[in-house]
C-alpha cells in the first residue's frame, strides 16, 4: 500500500524519486511527546523517529529546556501526532539501545496517511539522518530537507546549525560529539585495504577528512566509482564529528555524500539535493509492502 506525506514543492528540473518500500507495523495512538524526535504509543512503548534528527539544547551547549529550535521541535511533533491514530512502519533496525523503536510514521486522519518525518525535515524541525542498517528513505528525507534548506525554514534561519567550513578543522573540533555539515574541496581520494579517506587538505594529521568503511564501498559499488571523481570538486558531508588525528566524520551511506552541484547553496538560491520530480509528482512518496 502506498502511503504519502505531503508533497514538498515541485521543481521544473527534469527527474522523478524512487520509491522508498518499508515493511508495515502496527497502528496506534500517541499519547506523550518526549522530544521533537521521540513519541509513546499507548502500548507504552517508545518510538524514535528515525531519519529526523530533531534540535537539542547540547547543539549550542544551552540550557536543557531553554534551546528555542528544542521547543519549537517538540511542539510541532505534538501538533502533528499526540493523541492520533498513527502506523508505525521500518526497515532495517527495528530499535536501538535504548529499547526504543526505530520506524518511520504516518498519521491516519481525515482518509490521509502523512509521514511525519517528512514534515517535520520541510519545516525545518529536523535534519536528515540515518544510523548504520537505517538509511532507508534517504533519498526522500533529503529532498524534504533541501525544500526547508532553501527557505531557511526553522531551525536553519539558525547559524547554529549553519554548514562549516572544511578549511577550519579547528572550528570543526569544537562540534566533536555533534552532527554537522562541512562543505570544502575535495582535495585527494585516498584508498587503503580497510578504508577509502577523503582528504580535504594535504596534512590529513590535523585537517579535516572523511572516512568511508570498505564494506559500506562493496555494498555500493557505484558510490565506490564515482568517487575518485569528485578530487578538486566541492562537496558537503555531513554526519557526527569524531577525533582521528583532525576531526573527521564516518560516512555510513552515500547519502552522507553531497556533490554541490546536486543540492542547495546557503544562503543563495538553491538546486535540489536530489533531482526533483516532475510537476505533480511527490518527492516523498514511500510504497510499503503489503502484509
Not at 566541492?234 to 551511506?253: H, K, Q, Y
Request: with cysteine; aromatic share 6%; hydrophobic share 40%.
Amino acid at each position: 500500500m502506498a502511503m504519502l506525506c505531503s508533497p514538498a514543492p515541485a521543481s521544473s528540473d527534469p527527474g522523478t524519486t524512487p520509491n522508498c518500500t518499508l515493511e508495515p507495523g502496527p497502528i496506534r495512538t500517541v499519547t506523550r511527546i518526549i522530544d521533537g524526535e521521540t513519541l509513546v504509543l499507548d502500548d507504552g512503548k517508545a518510538v524514535r523517529l528515525i531519519g529526523a534528527l530533531s534540535p537539542r539544547a547540547r547543539d549550542a551547549d544551552a540550557a536543557a529546556g531553554a534551546w528555542p529550535p528544542e521547543i519549537d521541535a517538540t511542539k510541532a511533533l505534538s501538533d502533528l501526532v499526540l493523541a492520533k491514530r498513527v502506523k508505525l512502519a521500518f526497515s532495517g533496525r527495528r530499535s536501538d539501545r535504548y529499547g526504543r523503536q526505530l520506524a518511520h510514521v504516518f498519521v491516519l486522519e481525515n482518509g490521509r496517511e502523512d509521514w511525519i518525518q517528512g514534515a517535520l525535515l520541510r519545516g525545518g524541525f529536523a535534519r536528515a539522518y540515518g544510523l548504520p542498517d537505517s538509511f532507508a528513505c534517504a533519498r526522500e528525507l533529503m529532498a524534504n530537507e533541501a525544500e526547508a534548506r532553501r527557505t531557511r525554514a526553522g531551525l536553519w534561519s539558525n547559524g547554529i546549525y549553519r554548514t562549516l567550513p572544511a578549511e577550519h578543522p579547528a572550528e570543526i573540533m569544537k562540534q566533536r560529539g555533534k552532527y554537522v555539515r562541512v562543505r570544502g574541496s575535495l582535495v585527494s581520494v585516498g584508498r587503503t585495504k580497510s578504508a577509502t579517506y577523503l582528504n580535504f587538505s594535504n596534512d590529513w594529521r590535523s585537517d579535516f577528512t572523511a572516512r568511508i568503511d570498505k564494506k559500506v564501498l562493496t555494498a555500493n559499488p557505484e558510490f565506490d566509482k564515482s568517487l575518485d571523481a569528485l578530487a578538486n570538486t566541492t562537496v558537503v558531508v555531513r554526519g557526527w564529528i569524531e577525533r582521528r588525528n583532525g576531526p573527521m566524520i564516518d560516512i555510513a551511506d552515500p547519502s552522507q555524500l553531497e556533490p554541490t552541484d546536486a543540492q542547495p547553496a546557503e544562503p543563495a538560491a538553491p538546486k535540489e539535493a536530489r533531482p526533483a520530480p516532475p510537476e505533480g509528482v511527490e518527492p516523498s512518496a514511500v510504497n510499503l509492502k503489503s502484509l
